[in-house]
C-alpha cells in the first residue's frame, strides 16, 4: 500500500486505502471513542464499521491499568505494558510485515494513539486513515455489521522502540530546555475549565496546540507542507528531538506527533501521562493563563 501524500506519510487518504484493499491483505483497526461515554466508539463499531475493521477500545487495548489517585498515579491512560500491548496485537492477527491502517470518528486522536503504540512496539508498516470512517463514506466505501474473522496469532515481537517518551520527573528536570507542546484546548491550557482533572492549568513553559488545529474545515489533515510551516512557527528554532508533546492524558498528543511526521518533522517525544499525572502530583509547579 503506498499513502497518497509521501512515501514516508503515516497517512492515508480513503481512496488509496479502498484501492489497495482490492488486492492487499492489510488490517483494520477502528479506536473510535468518546471520553465521555467510553461504550459509545464500541457501539458505533458494532452499529455499521469498514468491512474487516477490528474494533480497538482505548482503555481495555490502548492503555494499562490505571492507579489510584497518589504517588503512583501515571495518569488517566497509561501506556500498557509493552509485553501486554504485544499480545493484543497478537490477538488482532497482526505479523510484522502486514500493512495496519487505523481510523476513528473523531477526527484522528484515537487513531493516532493506536499509530503511534503500534509504532512504539516496532511495528512500522501502519498508517493512520486520513479523515477517518466519514473519509471512507464519501469515496463511496460501504459499512457492515458483520464481525470480521481473525486468526489471532502469538504475541507481536518485541522490538526496540521507535516512539521516545519521557517521564514525569525527567520533564520537570528538563522544564526550559525543550519545547514543550500541549494538546488541549485553549481554555483548558490557561486554566479557565477543567472537567477532567483535579488542578486546572499547564505545565510551565508549556506552548498550546489544539490537536484539532492539524485538521483543514473538511475534517482531513492540512497538507504536509502547511502542517511544516505551521510547526516551524510554533517550535521556533528547535528540532524534532527537542519538542515534548502532552495533553490530558497521553492521547491527543498523539495527534501532534502524527501531524510532525505528516510534516516531515519526526522525532519529538511523548510524556504519556500528561496533565493528568503532573497536576495528580502538588509538589509539580502549574501554570496559568495564555
Request: glycine share 10%.
Amino acid at each position: 500500500m503506498k499513502p497518497a501524500a509521501s512515501p514516508a506519510s503515516p497517512l492515508v487518504d480513503a481512496a488509496s486505502l479502498k484501492a489497495a484493499l482490492a488486492h492487499s491483505p492489510i488490517a483494520l483497526l477502528d479506536a473510535s471513542f468518546d471520553l465521555a461515554d467510553t461504550s459509545a466508539g464500541e457501539r458505533a463499531w458494532a452499529q455499521g464499521h469498514v468491512p474487516g475493521a477490528q474494533y480497538a477500545h482505548l482503555e481495555r487495548d490502548l492503555s494499562g491499568p490505571k492507579a489510584a489517585l497518589g504517588p503512583g498515579f501515571t495518569g488517566r491512560h497509561p501506556l500498557p505494558a509493552r509485553a501486554a500491548f504485544a499480545a493484543t496485537v497478537g490477538r488482532w492477527g497482526i505479523a510484522p510485515a502486514q500493512c495496519v491502517v487505523a481510523m476513528d470518528r473523531q477526527g484522528g486522536p484515537y487513531a493516532a494513539r493506536l499509530w503511534w503504540l503500534l509504532r512504539w512496539l516496532g511495528h512500522s508498516r501502519v498508517w493512520v486513515l486520513d479523515g477517518g470512517v466519514d473519509a471512507w463514506l464519501a469515496v463511496g466505501g460501504t459499512l457492515t455489521t458483520d464481525v470480521p474473522a481473525v486468526t489471532a496469532r502469538p504475541p507481536y515481537p518485541l522490538h526496540p522502540r521507535t516512539m521516545p517518551t519521557v517521564s514525569a520527573d525527567t520533564l520537570q528536570r528538563m522544564l526550559g530546555r525543550v519545547r514543550l507542546v500541549d494538546a488541549r484546548a485553549p481554555e483548558r491550557f490557561r486554566g479557565d475549565v477543567e472537567p477532567l482533572d483535579s488542578v486546572a492549568g499547564h505545565i510551565p513553559g508549556a506552548l498550546n496546540r489544539l490537536f484539532k488545529d492539524n485538521l483543514d474545515t473538511g475534517g482531513t489533515f492540512k497538507p504536509r507542507e502547511q502542517l511544516a510551516r505551521e510547526f516551524a512557527a510554533l517550535l521556533g528554532r528547535a528540532v524534532s528531538q527537542e519538542v515534548v508533546h502532552q495533553c490530558g492524558s497521553g492521547v491527543t498528543a498523539c495527534h501532534n506527533l502524527l501531524a510532525m511526521e505528516a510534516a516531515g518533522m519526526p522525532g519529538a517525544r511523548l510524556y504519556p501521562g500528561s496533565w493528568s499525572e503532573w497536576s495528580a502530583d502538588p509538589a509539580r509547579p502549574v501554570a496559568r493563563g495564555g
